[in-house]
């Protein structure tokens, strides 16, 4: 069966400090990943998304970076976090192709830029 | 268009009440419409899905209703349960296409003992 595995689960960070966020599939190959980050209170908004090693489209212009240096690790990074990076982070897996529906999440990592 | 129109935001209902969720959409492409409920501080979990060649699926207390001509699909929780208070997302997507799943706003269901 397939997993996800996020972490940390909670993070806190002081402004201008650097970011990275690490999630890691098993009991798949060739997975899309997906970063959501969600506010308090909000919906899901899709950050970055991967169809293979190296390939990452961003949706949202922002301070945040995505990287997938193998095929099931997705990375969330920030060179330097802004106040307003504070969030619930969430990173995901779907299978591509004509199986392309769900996404399955991971735990999420619960960010607070101080 | 890739938006999904979910409401409402926040829902109180007795426990044993129904509780009831609308989502629309406008892409007439979208052929895959799931459901996902978050318990707080979690991650969102696949709870039950539905595609357009049906107006109905149940799955226990679980239904979802779809109307194909209205762009309108619904998630229904017969006798609800305080157990069932979470956050709840209507999304959709195009199976073979579109790599991503496009999610509505979310509905915070509450359930009252």
């Known amino acids: 069966s397939q997993t996800i595995h996020q972490w940390p689960a909670t993070l806190v960070q002081p402004v201008g400090s650097p970011l990275s966020l690490e999630c890691t599939v098993e009991?798949?190959?060739?997975?899309?990943l997906y970063w959501y980050r969600q506010a308090a209170g909000r919906g899901l908004q899709l950050l970055f998304y991967?169809?293979?090693?190296?390939?990452i489209s961003s949706e949202v212009p922002q301070n945040l970076s995505a990287s997938r240096p193998q095929d099931r690790q997705f990375i969330l990074s920030s060179k330097k976090l802004l106040l307003s990076d504070s969030g619930f982070y969430l990173c995901?897996?779907?299978?591509?192709?004509?199986?392309?529906?769900?996404?399955?999440f991971g735990q999420g990592t619960r960010l607070t830029v101080v | 268009q890739q938006q999904v129109k979910q409401s409402p935001q926040s829902l109180i209902v007795q426990k044993g009440g129904i509780s009831i969720i609308n989502c629309a959409y406008e892409?007439?492409?979208?052929?895959?419409f799931p459901w996902y409920q978050q318990f707080p501080g979690k991650g969102p979990a696949l709870l039950i899905a539905?595609?357009?060649?049906?107006s109905e699926k149940k799955e226990g207390r679980f239904t979802i209703s779809f109307n194909k001509s209205a762009k309108q699909f619904s998630l229904h929780i017969m006798d609800s349960q305080p157990g069932d208070s979470a956050t709840y997302f209507c999304?959709?997507?195009?199976?073979?296409?579109?790599?991503?799943?496009?999610f509505g706003k979310g509905t915070k269901l509450t359930v009252n003992p």
């Open positions: 539905i595609r357009p060649d049906v």
């Open positions: 995901a897996w779907g299978r591509g192709g004509w199986m392309n529906t769900e996404a399955f």
């Open positions: 999304a959709a997507s195009i199976q073979g296409g579109s790599e991503k799943l496009v």
């Open positions: 991967s169809v293979g090693i190296g390939q």
């Open positions: 892409n007439t492409a979208f052929d895959y």
């Open positions: 009991g798949t190959s060739n997975p899309n």
